[in-house]
């Protein structure tokens, strides 16, 4: 059974950067896959990115997103630069037993309760 409680949501301004976290407790966090989605308001939940056994990320946020992971601190981060009205949404914390890369919301047995982006102009 593994906790996950994301932080580092906020209002921000188009442009600016935030920096999400996402600590774990229980399990093995060095095995498991992790990753981020968002769920904007009247939208499904999307892929963002992942760190596995390769590191993948949605086209919409690459180049302007890193995923990393800290197995120390049980930790995995979302650095968000370039903030764009789009990237609204509750972002959420992911993970599944296993290495493999998957981008589907199915495919994750946990999940954090949420941390709330907003980007304003």
Not at 53 to 64: C, D, H, I, L, Q
């Amino acid at each position: 059974q593994v906790q996950l409680v994301e932080s580092g949501g906020g209002l921000v301004q188009a442009g600016d950067s935030l920096r999400l976290s996402c600590a774990a407790s229980g399990g093995t966090f060095s095995t498991y896959g992790m990753a981020w989605f968002r769920q904007a308001p009247g939208k499904e939940r999307e892929f963002v990115a992942r760190i596995g056994a390769s590191t993948v990320y949605a086209e919409s946020v690459k180049g302007r997103f890193t995923i990393s992971r800290d197995n120390v601190k049980k930790t995995v981060y979302l650095q968000m630069n370039s903030l764009k009205l789009e990237d609204t949404a509750v972002y959420y914390c992911a993970a599944r037993s296993g290495m493999v890369v998957f981008t589907t919301p199915e495919r994750y047995e946990y999940w954090g309760q949420g941390t709330q982006v907003t980007v304003s102009s």
